[in-house]
């Protein structure tokens, strides 16, 4: 080995003692930062990632590997020098071994050079350092095998030129092999087994950030394959003239072809090892988490999850296709038997395809496919579909990918989250087939139900009933419980009201009456308890034994894990428009919440909330009235959670122009009671996202539309440093966007008994403006198209309070009683217009309405407030879309982290957030663009001075050792 590293030295030395070494680090450097800079337009992508920095290199690799081994062995043999070394008393392998260590480590100095390209990135957004370490080590394994390569043509041929042009052609074949261009013409079947021999396919899958044993075989196949040539070509030199021991000669090209073919045959039979490998990347993106292992270990039934992929598919999605299978596979092995993967072409199965089409309506899908000299349409399938106890859901392309658009014609496509998509259907499949089953199988506690009712002749009619048919119903729970549901009913009013008092400490119930002409005050409330867990039973719609079963049921299921949660929503009416022009709408938010929750939408006009909700979520409220914010408020006191996104802002984007009024919530009172309030102003912040607009040009004679991002502090950019790291409830954002948003203020003094969460603040940067006039003047303020204000500093956007309430209708009589007609109005009322005495059939149907005011809320209610009214509608989703150029669901993440958070089900919460185009940077203008631009490029120069003067300070002390030795001999 000392041999080797002296050699390798020599060679090392060798190349700097020449301009090779430093024409190599130039090219090198010059072309990766204009490729980073410029051809894969690093700021256009907006992403925190070094994948630009790598994209090019298997094409680079091959021109410069090829320019600096030419001459390594050709140049040898030209100068007649081949023969001197062959006869020294070293052996060539160790020749081979020093040369190729001197290339490779002329490569790792040219890529240590780079190194201020991801430091860059690491200071304007959350770079994951995983993918960056993997995409290093793919170039030094990819350089690696190009050097061996280059060093076995090199040693073939006296002609540096051939020796360049047949490492060229050698490299750039192995590059081909794997590249879309060839792959897409053999669909991803075919595709599969040319990838498997590519250098740039593989190259890929190292840069992910997984670092796979069959990954790394292939290059130190490839690598010791063509060193073992190398070596047995110069064996062949050194024997030319040996006829004498023609056995040797045999015995060496033996050896030669076994150690290819076990290269060949190794590779092969690694194929089928998947669970190899390492993923390094930040949150293991590419690796089963705990929580999909949790949800496959609740399987009662086999599962089966089937791909629906075509052969011929758009050359953007064939890539994708192997990813999803080896994902497959891990859940295959994750199930334990209960999961069963299969992998089909509906093209090639015709009653496949007949099946997917007709019972699970999967059918192809038209992509269009262009290239320089023809266009072509392709029918293909891309579809998974995921069946479990009779149930099935399917995910389309459009589920499974996430398209970023980098401004300069190329669309990158990628997996959106793929675990994240299959174990949130999984666990919607299986939570749904659980909830038409036994709901006491599920319980992990005991529950038992306390009725508090009073004696049935102080009840009015109709309740004296439905006391015998709640009486029904627990009997008929507990027969099927197997002894998990026990229940009680007594009367508060008893025992000189002791028991009365209990559950007005404990729950806040006070007396009932039925309305305000008949004021006789009786109880009729209900809870289910099961340990410290308290959760009261709202009376149903439906004064009957089915309303009163589907209550308790809910009621059963918010104690079960493995149940479908319920979310109740309520958006404004779309009436007369709201907000924007043409009326925003919410189904972004919808779709998003249907895909693993159960959804009931609501006005909230009855003054209740449906009874199965287990969670209310209001968006954009304007001007609600008593009844509405009583619904609210009786939510939370009957230990709910309710998610508020308002504003006191309505805004207006109609015409050419951008404007604020002041708009009233109906919520200011009811928000003040509790602790919290939205301030009247908005908040603009220095760091924002840009606002997309669509601007005309001249070009050629033609008018062309394009979109330009301006600045627009009214569009606040909140990144980790901004977000609440303890809850789980921003998990995974990295990122969003709070647009028109009002800072929160929060009554200390009010909540000193609860925890109070900020979720999300502005930057330091940031101030409020309470006009309405939102339109920038770029004239008159600058770049920013604002006066900055004189309240810098950090404003909480959102906060999460989560604790005992007191309701706001406390001693107040429930607005949902009819109150009593004006006596002076009766006494104007005509006889002729006097109503009879005797009902109408419709009045004699009319159930009565009974109402109470639950006065306090127990522990585990939850208020979570957020100051922005527009961020969860399409038109904000779509903006912020155009600004970032990819499908932004930071405001879905945001309310799914939520509904997750204060439902008590964390599963999928650390899946999110692990799209790969989530990392965003911060906001750049053009001027701070440029000067990390230019820095870099001062920096490799800076790099390439410092390389320079290291060898001349070593030249100098080899000159002066030199000279004393010589002085020495001397003497």
């Not at 290269?263 to 988490?289: C, E, K, M, P, V």
């Not at 009683?817 to 059939?841: G, I, V, W």
């Amino acid at each position: 080995m000392h041999e080797v590293i002296r050699i390798a030295r020599k060679e090392l030395w060798s190349f700097f003692a020449s301009p090779v070494a430093y024409i190599f680090l130039g090219a090198f450097l010059a072309v990766s930062l204009f490729v980073f800079f410029w051809v894969e337009a690093f700021f256009a992508r907006n992403l925190a990632d070094a994948r630009s920095l790598f994209e090019w290199m298997p094409v680079l690799l091959i021109f410069l590997v090829a320019a600096l081994t030419m001459r390594l062995w050709s140049e040898e043999r030209r100068a007649g020098t081949l023969e001197t070394l062959l006869t020294l008393p070293v052996s060539p392998l160790r020749l081979v071994l020093g040369k190729f260590l001197a290339a490779l480590a002329l490569v790792a100095v040219a890529l240590v050079l780079t190194l201020p390209l991801p430091v860059t990135v690491s200071f304007l957004g959350p770079l994951d350092w995983g993918p960056v370490l993997g995409a290093y080590l793919a170039t030094l394994l990819l350089a690696a095998a190009y050097i061996a390569i280059g060093l076995f043509v090199s040693a073939r041929t006296d002609n540096p030129i051939v020796s360049l042009i047949g490492t060229t052609l050698l490299c750039g074949i192995f590059f081909l092999l794997g590249s879309h261009a060839l792959t897409g013409l053999l669909g991803h079947r075919g595709g599969e087994i040319l990838a498997l021999l590519g250098s740039g396919s593989r190259f890929a899958s190292i840069t992910r950030g997984v670092i796979d044993l069959r990954d790394l075989y292939f290059y130190l196949s490839i690598v010791g394959l063509f060193l073992a040539l190398n070596v047995y070509s110069l064996e062949r030199l050194r024997w030319a003239e040996d006829t004498e021991h023609p056995d040797r000669h045999r015995w060496w090209a033996l050896v030669t072809g076994l150690l290819a073919a076990n290269f060949l045959a190794g590779n092969l039979w690694l194929q089928q090892i998947g669970w190899a490998r390492a993923d390094i990347t930040q949150g293991h993106i590419y690796s089963i988490s705990e929580a999909t292992r949790n949800y496959l270990a609740q399987l009662r039934e086999p599962l089966l999850i089937r791909g629906y992929f075509s052969a011929q598919t758009h050359p953007l999605l064939a890539p994708l296709v192997p990813q999803i299978r080896d994902l497959l596979k891990e859940y295959e092995i994750a199930g334990g038997g209960k999961v069963r993967v299969e992998l089909i072409d509906p093209m090639e199965e015709p009653e496949l395809e007949r099946e997917a089409g007709e019972r699970y309506g999967i059918r192809p899908v038209a992509f269009q496919t262009a290239s320089k000299y023809q266009a072509a349409v392709v029918n293909s399938y891309f579809d998974l579909l995921i069946q479990y106890g009779g149930q099935y859901e399917k995910l389309g392309f459009r589920d499974l990918i996430e398209v970023k658009d980098p401004g300069e014609g190329d669309l990158e496509v990628r997996l959106r989250n793929p675990e994240y998509d299959l174990t949130r259907t999984i666990k919607k499949l299986l939570y749904g087939y659980q909830g038409g089953g036994d709901i006491f199988q599920s319980l992990t506690k005991p529950v038992a139900f306390h009725g508090y009712i009073s004696a049935k002749d102080k009840l009015p009619e109709p309740l004296p009933a439905l006391v015998e048919d709640l009486q029904a119903v627990l009997t008929e729970l507990a027969d099927g419980s197997q002894g998990k549901f026990s229940s009680d009913i007594q009367d508060p009013g008893a025992d000189d009201g002791a028991l009365g008092r209990e559950i007005e400490e404990r729950f806040g119930f006070q007396p009932l009456i039925l309305d305000l002409l008949n004021p006789t005050p009786f109880y009729f409330y209900m809870v289910l308890e099961s340990g410290d867990q308290a959760i009261p039973i709202p009376l149903p719609e439906e004064l009957d034994k089915a309303g009163l079963k589907r209550a308790i049921e809910a009621g059963l299921k918010r104690f079960a894990p493995g149940f479908l949660k319920t979310v109740a929503l309520y958006t404004p009416p779309q009436a007369g428009g709201y907000m924007m022009a043409a009326g925003p709408g919410y189904s972004v938010l919808q779709e998003g919440l249907t895909a693993n929750l159960t959804l009931k939408e609501t006005q909230l006009d009855k003054g209740t909330v449906p009874e199965d909700a287990d969670l209310l979520l209001v968006a954009g409220p304007e001007s609600l009235d008593e009844k509405q914010v009583f619904a609210i408020d009786q939510f939370l006191m009957q230990g709910g959670t309710v998610i508020l996104a308002a504003s006191p802002y309505h805004i207006d984007m109609g015409g050419n122009a951008i404007s604020a009024r002041s708009q009233p919530t109906g919520l200011e009172d009811w928000l003040a009671y509790q602790g919290v309030e939205l301030d009247p102003t908005l908040v603009l912040d220095r760091q924002s996202t840009p606002f997309p607009i669509p601007v005309q040009r001249q070009v050629g004679g033609f008018v062309v539309e394009e979109i330009q991002s301006i600045a627009y502090p009214y569009f606040p950019d909140i990144r980790d440093d901004g977000m609440d790291s303890d809850t789980g409830i921003t998990s995974g954002l990295g990122q969003i966007t709070l647009n028109w948003s009002s800072p929160v203020k929060i009554d200390a003094e009010k909540n000193k008994d609860r925890r109070v969460i900020e979720l999300l603040k502005s930057s330091a940067d940031s101030w409020t403006n309470a006009s309405d006039n939102i339109q920038p003047d770029f004239d008159a303020h600058g770049p920013l198209g604002f006066a900055e204000g004189d309240d810098l500093g950090s404003k909480v956007l959102a906060v999460a309070l989560e604790g005992r309430f007191s309701s706001y209708f406390a001693g107040k009589p429930s607005p949902l009683l009819e109150k009593p007609k004006d006596e002076d109005s009766k006494d104007e009322d005509s006889p002729e217009e006097a109503a009879p005495e005797s009902e109408t059939p419709e009045e004699e149907e009319t159930k009565p309405t009974i109402s109470g005011v639950v006065e306090t809320s127990p522990p585990s209610a939850r208020l979570i407030l957020i100051g922005s009214a527009s961020f969860l509608t399409d038109t904000a989703i779509s903006l912020a879309t155009e600004a970032t150029r990819t499908v932004y669901t930071k405001p879905l993440e945001l309310i799914e982290n939520a509904v997750d958070w204060s439902l008590e089900d964390r599963g999928l919460l650390s899946l999110r957030g692990r799209g790969q185009f989530s990392r965003l940077l911060r906001p750049l203008d053009r001027g701070e663009q440029m000067f990390w631009e230019y820095l870099n490029y001062a920096l490799a120069l800076a790099g390439l001075a410092l390389v320079y003067g290291l060898h001349r300070r070593s030249r100098q002390q080899r000159r002066r050792h030199y000279q004393a030795i010589m002085s020495a001999g001397r003497s």
